[in-house]
């Protein structure tokens, strides 16, 4: 049962994660220890996620899946693992990433604000209304901005 569980999660799809460290590696902090620790925190708790969310999907998609040439092979759509045990299993994965989330929510929100400002700044310049995080995109490229900088580019 769990060897099909792990299969559901599509472990080998979590290579495409690893864009989260262009981030350390396109702004020179891949030697500085506090970043590398928070990015591969937060490849591991979006990889845990994403294996949920993957897993759910499974189930919504069942129907669909069982007439796929190759999706109907899936633990899910053949059944080797029940809706239920499907559903715990992926509740379980989603809920981990976020506790665990909050439980690092220093590590885990620094490692996932400064990968957005930083992979994503030009959409978020482009698209933001929000002065804190214009001014942040502005005069802080490459220090890491303090968490006040976080709350209140999310609470705006």
């Known amino acids: 049962m769990i060897r099909y569980i792990v299969q559901s999660m599509r472990i080998y799809q979590w290579t495409k994660n690893l864009v989260l460290f262009a981030g350390l590696i396109f702004t020179l902090k891949f030697l500085d220890p506090p970043y590398v620790r928070d990015t591969i925190l937060g490849f591991f708790l979006f990889s845990l996620a994403v294996s949920g969310m993957y897993i759910l999907n499974d189930i919504l998609d069942i129907e669909?899946?069982?007439?796929?040439?190759?999706?109907?092979?899936?633990?899910?759509a053949t059944g080797a693992v029940s809706v239920r045990t499907a559903v715990t299993g992926g509740v379980l994965l989603l809920s981990a990433a976020i506790a665990?989330?909050?439980?690092?929510?220093?590590?885990?929100?620094?490692?996932?604000?400064?990968?957005?400002?930083?992979?994503?700044?030009?959409?978020?310049?482009?698209?933001?209304?929000?002065?804190?995080?214009?001014?942040?995109?502005?005069h802080d490229r490459v220090s890491m901005p303090p968490l006040s900088a976080l709350s209140e580019f999310l609470t705006t």
């Not at 007439?67 to 633990?75: A, Y």
């Open 64 to 76: 669909r899946d069982r007439l796929h040439v190759t999706k109907r092979n899936r633990p899910i």
């Open 100 to 138: 665990l989330s909050f439980a690092a929510r220093h590590l885990a929100a620094r490692g996932a604000f400064y990968a957005n400002v930083h992979l994503g700044d030009g959409w978020i310049a482009c698209c933001s209304q929000s002065a804190p995080a214009r001014q942040t995109l502005r």
